[in-house]
């Protein structure tokens, strides 16, 4: 890493101080030019330390350079010279030098973490935004949702909701630059409880998306082997060497028993835990340690992650997509994907669906984001980063879409193949010709046998409908772990194929995995909750703790936990955090404000519409789908899917008391923390610490970006009830302001 200490030795710094002088503003600006000159131009991230002094000292810091001089060789400066000392001890972005005084203790020469570059972290951001809802949820609602007609509700709710969260997340990070806790304690002391929300979520979020990726790793083993194990029903062996096929598997299909009965060894519903997964627990450590290792060092490790996990789901996709397009069949899967079905369009349903779906594959009010964000340099341009992260992640779901309905068309094509040569067999049987008009089961039908003839009731014949067996293909684990790999059964070199499957799966969840644990280990880390463990020790220690509580998991009801951590854990509180967010950025930090502050970061001020979504509509999309979530499960209630081994099928059952119970610890223990900060901060309890701001050059910025002061436009007074002397206050859009600046 760059450090200053080839720049001013120790035996430099006894020329360069000398008792009772100071530093004069032609000294400043000559130290400066020399630290730019033979240091090079900005590096887009390096952490760097300068040498230590354990004398009370100030510091002179670059982003990439550190030098120290001891506090009594500066003395304090006129008025009129503060001024000129600050534009001359200031370069541009990415070089800027600022003084600060430490105390002791302090590690203020400590630099916080950069990205190595700006690959690394668009990588980052899109490996952490992409997740495994992108792959295996998107397709389901579409094809559910009036297939192409729910593109139309999907793309609306990005542009109004997705996009500009996502952007004020990223905005809000690099402008404060610290981990969520930590930016929403600074926006205000009474919305620290924003960010302590947040942190919450994360570590119940990370808790079951972990499991996932224990089970992807245990398919991956599997993979290995050939046949599949999952290829065909197991056979209970007798001594004699006769064997039967167990009767389980025969009922259902062997994906579904590999999944229900060898990988969860499930038991009957919720309430009966019954035996301890030894091989699931084993994939949770694996999976933990591998987390681990991603961010034992934060950024350092996980940038350097990215590089592989990243862009290899896209390889895996577009290799699918090649083989997908040459099955038989691929035409009706696409087909029924994409035809519209414009009258869905009226369904609020719909509406609220794609409003989660953008919500919750965005990675949205986790705290990763800013946390990613916080470790940008300072004239980063966050909002193109916004827009390109948003649609890469929209482009890859349509993409996963074709990819996965172009198998499913082959797998239905396969099914439907299947069920006409069952029926045509039964016909030849009954009537010695395929050509039979249908006829109700049990109607008594003559038969010749044995040239006389006789009359049975007309046996069930198979029903062979395509479009049936594609409108049941399934979403989340159940597309994943039974339909797809189902599918890939059929294909030739199966085993390789289902490597490439599961890798893909496993590189997805890991980099959202990381990405959410990510958010709270920087709020921790910034609040220096434990100041004298450091990152890597502490990322263990919370790792283990995940690693331990996630043992839930790993037992015959451990699939039913799951559901329930996975329908109530995230989607609330999240609601809740990411509206809060909306309305502490606009009504309390102040649009105005916010729009200065990222017209210094990137050299343009962001649109009204995206004022208008900040301020009004984002909020109110928030609020809608929250309602609407909530009055769905009072009105319908909840119930999670058990698997009857008896029937060998799927069916649903109610949540016990005790579960619900649960739900609500699990949502009042992120969400009540909000109004929890904010009430103990009015009390006078300090939960969450000040802290002072970070670094932010604004007049070097000024510079960089040439900005001159904002008029307050017409449409911001009467639409966002922005001042003349651009205060802001409370009014009624279009109308005259109510109450004075807040």
């Not at 050939?226 to 007798?238: F, H, I, N, V």
């Not at 062997?254 to 084993?282: G, M």
């Not at 900040?614 to 319908?636: F, G």
Request: hydrophobic share 45%; proline share 6%.
């Amino acid at each position: 890493m760059a450090n200053a200490g080839h720049l001013v030795r120790r035996t430099s710094q006894r020329e360069m101080v000398v008792p009772q002088k100071s530093l004069d503003r032609m000294e400043m600006r000559d130290m400066r030019n020399r630290l730019v000159q033979e240091n090079g131009g900005p590096s887009y991230g390096t952490t760097n330390q300068g040498f230590e002094d354990p004398q009370k000292r100030t510091s002179v810091k670059k982003r990439t350079t550190s030098v120290t001089i001891p506090e009594e060789a500066i003395q304090s400066p006129t008025r009129s010279e503060k001024e000129e000392l600050g534009a001359l001890a200031s370069p541009p972005p990415g070089d800027a030098i600022q003084a600060s005084v430490s105390k002791p203790g302090d590690n203020t020469d400590e630099e916080r973490e950069s990205w190595d570059s700006k690959w690394q972290y668009l990588l980052a951001v899109i490996g952490y935004a992409v997740g495994l809802g992108s792959v295996w949820r998107f397709p389901y609602l579409c094809q559910k949702n009036g297939g192409g007609a729910f593109l139309f509700p999907y793309l609306i709710m990005l542009a109004v909701e997705g996009i500009p969260v996502f952007y004020l997340e990223l905005a809000v990070g690099q402008r404060l630059r610290k981990g969520a806790i930590g930016v929403w304690n600074q926006v205000s002391p009474y919305c620290g409880g924003i960010g302590v929300a947040s942190a919450f979520v994360s570590f119940n979020v990370a808790l079951y998306y972990n499991t996932i990726i224990a089970w992807c790793l245990y398919y991956l083993a599997g993979s290995f082997r050939s046949p599949l194990p999952w290829s065909e029903c197991p056979k209970e062996y007798y001594d004699n060497g006769s064997y039967k096929i167990i009767r389980e598997c025969t009922k259902s299909s062997p994906t579904e028993y590999f999944w229900y009965r060898e990988t969860l060894e499930i038991s009957p519903d919720i309430n009966h835990p019954d035996k301890f997964n030894w091989k699931i627990a084993v994939c949770l450590l694996v999976a933990w340690f591998l987390t681990y290792l991603c961010m034992a060092k934060g950024i350092a490790t996980s940038g350097k992650v990215v590089y592989v996990t990243a862009p290899f789901p896209y390889l895996v996709l577009v290799i699918f997509f090649v083989r997908g397009i040459t099955l038989p069949g691929m035409e009706d899967g696409l087909k029924h994907l994409f035809t519209p079905d414009w009258g869905k369009i009226l369904d609020p349903t719909v509406w609220l669906e794609a409003g989660t779906q953008i919500f919750f594959s965005l990675g949205l009010a986790f705290g990763g984001l800013i946390a990613f964000s916080s470790y940008n340099p300072v004239h980063n341009n966050c909002f193109r980063d916004a827009v390109v992260c948003g649609i890469i992640n929209c482009c890859t779901a349509i993409f996963a879409a074709i990819v996965v309905f172009s198998v499913l068309g082959f797998k239905a094509h396969i099914t439907y193949e299947q069920c006409i040569e069952e029926r045509n067999a039964i016909n030849m049987e009954l009537f010695n010709t395929t050509d039979v008009d249908p006829i109700p089961p049990g109607e008594m039908i003559s038969i010749s046998v044995d040239g006389g003839t006789t009359e049975i009731p007309m046996p069930e014949l198979p029903k062979c409908d395509l479009q049936e067996t594609l409108k049941n293909s399934a979403s989340g684990t159940g597309l994943a772990f039974i339909v797809f790999t189902e599918a890939i059964n059929q294909f030739p070199w199966a085993p390789f194929w289902s490597v490439l499957f599961f890798l893909m799966l496993f590189t997805l969840g890991i980099d959202s995995e990381f990405g959410t644990l990510e958010g709270v280990i920087t709020s921790i880390v910034d609040l220096k909750v434990f100041p004298s463990i450091r990152k890597e020790i502490l990322t263990a220690i919370i790792c283990c703790i995940c690693c331990a509580i996630s043992m839930v998991f790993a037992h015959g009801a451990g699939n039913y936990v799951f559901i329930l951590f996975d329908d109530f854990s995230g989607n609330i509180p999240l609601l809740i955090v990411a509206f809060f967010e909306c309305v502490s950025v606009s009504y309390v930090y102040g649009l105005k404000k916010f729009s200065d502050d990222i017209e210094l970061m990137i050299g343009s001020r962001p649109s009204s519409f995206f004022l208008l979504c900040w301020k009004y509509i984002s909020p109110a999309v928030m609020l809608t789908i929250l309602a609407s979530s909530i009055i769905k499960q009072v009105l319908n209630g909840s119930r999670y899917m058990a698997w009857d081994a008896n029937e060998a099928v799927v069916k649903f059952e109610q949540w016990p008391p005790w579960a619900w119970g649960l739900v609500a610890v699990l949502v009042l223990i992120s969400a009540l923390w909000i109004p929890g900060i904010a009430l103990t901060r009015l009390c006078g309890i300090h939960v969450i610490q000040d802290d002072e701001p970070a670094w932010f050059p604004v007049e070097e910025l000024k510079e960089y970006h040439t900005v001159v002061p904002h008029k307050v436009t017409y449409v911001e007074r009467k639409v966002f009830c922005i001042h003349e002397d651009g205060s802001e206050g409370l009014c009624c859009p279009i109308g005259v302001p109510q109450t004075e600046s807040v």
